[in-house]
């Protein structure tokens, strides 16, 4: 069974670092894309950025190029999502999901999301 | 603004249908045959419904249907059922700069 799952929920300060998880199992990490999809508090869904465990390729959106950064370590078959100064703007619930075939047709399984609040 | 226009909310009746639509442009929706729809219950998380613009993944019942024509993409779904109240996000391709971008999202009440 294909699983991505996520680490808990966390809560920050403003200006502190953050590197949230995501652990694929139940298929070949290496051979799919991996996604990482951002939603505000009662808001819609944000396409944030892309990586391909196999060879670390990775693609970010406009709006979130030098916000995060986004890494894989396929040996362990997990995807990451990180900060290196946190904003409360940036509280929100963020997903990660595994692309299916070619990375762009859509992402057909999901983490369960993980909630990041930064408050002072 | 979100780069898809949804509308904010469609309604039908169990057992009817409703269309949803999904209006970008030739540089995304238009351009691509890379279109997906996703429908997410509240406080969970999202589910795929359709992607390459029609096809249906395993387990999606083929009540589901999309399609598209030009710059705009739609998501049918035919008898409808209690169970498919809930938030629908179409997302398309968008070329190698932007990559991809969803719509603001359509909110399904089944009366």
């Known amino acids: 069974e294909v699983q991505l799952v996520q680490a808990g929920a966390e809560v920050k300060k403003p200006g502190e670092s953050l590197k949230i998880s995501c652990k694929g199992s139940g298929y070949s990490f290496s051979a799919y894309w991996i996604g990482w999809v951002r939603q505000m508090p009662g808001k819609g869904l944000e396409w944030m950025g892309i990586?391909?465990?196999?060879?670390?390729?990775?693609r970010y959106s406009p709006s979130f190029q030098g916000q995060v950064s986004i890494s894989v370590d396929k040996s362990i078959s997990t995807a990451y999502l990180q900060w290196s100064s946190l904003k409360a703007s940036d509280t929100a619930m963020y997903y990660c999901a595994r692309s299916v075939s070619s990375g762009w047709s859509g992402f057909d399984y999901w983490g369960q999301g993980t909630l990041v609040t930064v408050s002072s | 603004q979100s780069a898809l226009t949804q509308p904010r909310s469609v309604s039908g009746s169990p057992g009817q249908s409703v269309t949803i639509s999904c209006t970008g442009t030739s540089s995304d929706v238009g351009g691509y045959n890379y279109v997906s729809w996703y429908q997410q219950h509240p406080g969970k998380a999202p589910k795929l419904m359709i992607y390459?613009?029609?096809k249906r993944p395993s387990g999606v019942p083929d009540r589901f249907s999309g399609s598209k024509s030009g710059n705009t993409a739609s998501l049918t779904i035919s008898g409808l059922q209690t169970e498919d109240e809930a938030d629908y996000y179409c997302c398309s391709y968008a070329g190698s700069y932007t990559l991809g971008v969803f719509g603001g999202g359509t909110k399904l009440t089944v009366l």
């Open positions: 990586i391909y465990p196999g060879d670390s390729d990775t």
């Open positions: 390459d613009v029609s």
